[in-house]
């Protein structure tokens, strides 16, 4: 039986995709070089460690196992470091996707769903934020995710390359068995740094900015269940034949920073140490989804639409977590 191969399974997004095509009875092989990824998360999958920068690596691959699709989430993806070192970012994520490419293309497999962001957005002209937002990224990070869509666009007009890219808005929560959940290390993003604040594992949290033009002064979010992304994979897996383009990830449904914490404190039943801090440059007020694509061409509808129901499942994580 042909298998679905999930690049980059082993990290956050990757390893919930992983365990949700399992449970819906598709036939996995994981590819990671484990520099973010935790082998504990792919489980007992089968896992190959390949980086996507070693030609030979990928010709094994792909002449060892028949492989029909390729679901792809292996690149780097901080912001700041993106800045600081763009060499690592055009290396690892762009030169890394075309070899990918190049080797699918080498051995026949012509369909790919991708992790792409709303990063490739840049600055928001409008709110929610539709498919049709013009792309103008302000950081190497979105630059590289952005170059990467238009790499399978050209590769489908050329080569009949069939691909959905999704474009994620904010990532969050863990798959509800606390088994496998978000661990990044180090952790920038909100929910996990809020929670292990709580926890007592970190001082405080510093808020962003509470001097936007939004109705607490902090900024809005769209935070969307690890295990929705992961629903979206399957159903534009089953897509492929029929579309191909850009998809945006979102809940659309805004929430503020202190939202957030909020959320958590009652959640957790304790209060979370926060200081009030400068704005971190390049985070925009206001950045939702309109999500009517992914509903009307996936057939998708997240079932975590709670904020709170989403923060339960990363504070179970967070309690229970392996690595
Ligand atoms: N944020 C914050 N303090 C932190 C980390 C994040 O106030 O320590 C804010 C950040 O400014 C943004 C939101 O939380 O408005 C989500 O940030 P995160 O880094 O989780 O994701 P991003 O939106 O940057 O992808």
């Known amino acids: 039986m042909a298998k679905i191969l999930i690049m980059g399974g082993a990290g956050y997004i990757g390893s919930h995709t992983l365990k949700h095509l399992k449970e819906h009875g598709y036939d996995v092989l994981v590819a990671d070089n484990l520099s973010t990824g935790h082998k504990e998360a792919v489980m007992d999958s089968l896992l190959i460690t390949a980086d996507l920068l070693d030609e030979n690596a990928l010709n094994e691959l792909f002449s060892t196992y028949q492989i029909e699709a390729v679901v792809h989430f292996a690149a780097f993806s901080l912001v700041g470091e993106s800045v600081s070192d763009p060499a690592k970012y055009y290396r690892n994520n762009v ?4 070899n990918l490419l190049e080797a699918m293309r080498r051995f026949g497999v012509n369909k790919i769903v991708f992790s792409s962001t709303c990063a490739t957005y840049g600055q928001p002209h409008y709110v929610p934020m539709d498919e049709k937002h013009p792309q103008t990224p302000i950081n190497p990070y979105g630059q590289t995710k952005l170059a990467i869509e238009n790499m399978f666009r050209d590769y489908h007009q050329a080569y009949g390359l069939k691909y959905i890219a999704l474009r994620y808005f904010n990532a969050a929560g863990a798959d509800e068995s606390a088994l496998i959940g978000e661990s990044h290390h180090p952790e920038t993003h909100l929910i996990p740094l809020v929670l292990q604040a709580v926890k007592g594992e970190r001082e405080n949290v510093k808020i ?6 939004t109705p607490d002064g902090t900024c809005l979010r769209d935070y969307i269940h690890v ?3 992961a629903a979206a994979h399957r159903l534009a897996l089953e897509k492929l034949d029929k579309y191909q383009g850009y998809i945006n990830l979102g809940t659309g449904i805004p929430t503020s ?3 957030i914490i ?5 959640v957790c ?3 979370c140490p926060i200081v009030k801090t400068e704005r971190r440059s390049g985070d925009p007020a206001k950045l939702y989804a309109d999500n009517t694509v992914a509903k009307n061409i996936l057939g998708w509808q997240p079932k975590y639409t709670d904020i709170e129901a989403i923060i339960r499942t990363a504070w179970n994580w967070e309690l229970n977590r392996r690595f």
């Open 95 to 98: 030169v890394g996707t075309f």
């Open 208 to 213: 962003f900015g509470s001097d936007y033009e």
């Open 227 to 229: 295990s929705d992304l």
């Open 257 to 259: 920073v202190l939202e």
């Open 262 to 266: 909020k959320a958590a404190e009652k």
């Open 269 to 271: 039943g304790k209060t």
